[in-house]
């Protein structure tokens, strides 16, 4: 399976928006064979990961993000569970259930009900250790169409994440740990 074939259903390829994502997915993909190259142990399936993280933020097109040409009625926060419902549709329920548990690092429904976050009640949380890879590599890397764009230092996402709660903070530092054996980036 080709990522690009699955990207190029819902997306113009000669698009900004196509661009941003492909580079965002990318720079996603790279980052997270690196923290699976830590985890042998582990068994992660690479091609898998390679994959999914080209296709996690499939849905972005369906919210409304004008600053990364996005120009949908949802709100970003559903981008997750609408990418989720697109790749079942196209026969990938594994790669689907990336898209919708990389969202923060992953929602519980507890979440959902003390935000009144508009997606459905469920837990979204990344369970498959290729699922928790996606999830960690995504929050290095922003998408805003600039395609020589930096990876973010841990320092910047830990700080990013606490406006979420502590719990967030503390799963982040925890693979931080497990993919790159210390608090700092490789």
Known sequence: ?????????????DSKLFD??????????????????KVPHLNPDINFIKEAAMLHDIGIFLTNSPEICCF?????????YLGRELLEKNGLPRHALVCER?????????????HNLPIPRRNMLPVSIEEQIIC???KFFSKN???????????????????????????????????NGNLSNP
């Not at 399976?1 to 390829?13: A, H, L, N, T």
């Not at 395609?147 to 830990?158: F, G, H, N, T, Y």
């Open 20 to 37: 941003i994502l492909v580079n965002h997915g990318e720079q996603v993909a790279k980052k997270s064979l690196h923290a699976a190259s």
């Open 102 to 114: 990389h969202v923060g690092l992953g929602i519980t429904v507890n979440d959902i009900l003390s």
């Open 145 to 179: 169409g600039n395609q020589s764009a930096r990876e973010k230092p841990v320092e910047d996402v830990l700080k990013g994440l606490e406006k979420y709660g502590h719990d967030k903070v503390m799963i982040f530092k925890s693979w931080v740990d497990l993919f």
């Open 1 to 13: 399976m080709d990522p690009i074939d699955i990207i190029s259903k819902f997306y113009k390829p």
């Open 136 to 138: 960690y590599a995504d």
């Open 72 to 80: 949908g009625k949802h709100p970003y926060v559903s981008h997750g």
